[in-house]
């Protein structure tokens, strides 16, 4: 399953709880290429830092990764949390992935775009995240519209689209995440 949704519209958090219930991997794009963007030995990581501090969508060619941990080897059931963000994402993913994999479908956490910037300036204050600062979650919540939801929009023409009112209590969010996957999943 892809997990999108604005930054700070919580699919983090309600991935977490979802392993936690249903066993699955969680995957997170921005947390990979986070790690990935601060290895010294990774041929891309000064390039993906660059992409991240400019609020920039990284490239799919730096994105997609086409292994997994031993550990993770055996399941075959992925949550993949931020991913794909654009149309260069799908293409790649496409074309690494097309036939090795299959969406079941999308979980949208959709989220008034305050709320989501309130959450991460509260997470930023405990984080330590250079990046949760007004003018950064504007910029990305303005490449979210504009490259994110059409990408959405995509899969919600193909049926494969599961909106959830991301604004409510963790709690009622993922009450709803459960009856979605308990009749989908």
């Not at 999108?4 to 921005?30: D, I």
Request: hydrophobic letters at 30%; glycine letters at 10%.
């Amino acid at each position: 399953m892809f997990v999108l949704g604005g930054s700070g519209a919580g699919k983090g958090t309600q991935c977490a709880r979802f392993v936690e219930k249903y066993g699955y991997t969680h995957l997170s794009a921005g947390e990979l290429l986070r790690d990935e963007g601060n290895n010294p030995e990774s041929q891309y990581g000064e390039l993906i830092g660059k992409y991240i501090k400019e609020e920039k969508i990284v490239p799919a060619e730096m994105t997609i990764m086409d292994q997994t941990t031993a550990a993770d080897a055996q399941k075959n059931k992925f949550l993949i949390d931020g991913f794909p963000r654009n149309q260069d994402n799908l293409q790649g993913w496409n074309k690494t992935m097309g036939g090795k994999a299959g969406v079941s479908f999308v979980l949208c956490f959709d989220c008034n775009n305050e709320i989501c910037i309130e959450r991460c300036l509260e997470r930023g204050k405990s984080s330590g995240s250079t990046d949760d600062n007004r003018e950064s979650l504007e910029k990305r919540i303005q490449t979210y519209l504009q490259s994110t939801e059409p990408i959405t929009d995509l899969y919600e023409k193909m049926g494969k689209v599961k909106k959830i009112d991301a604004s409510r209590s963790v709690e009622e969010v993922f009450d709803e995440v459960v009856k979605i996957f308990d009749k989908e999943g």
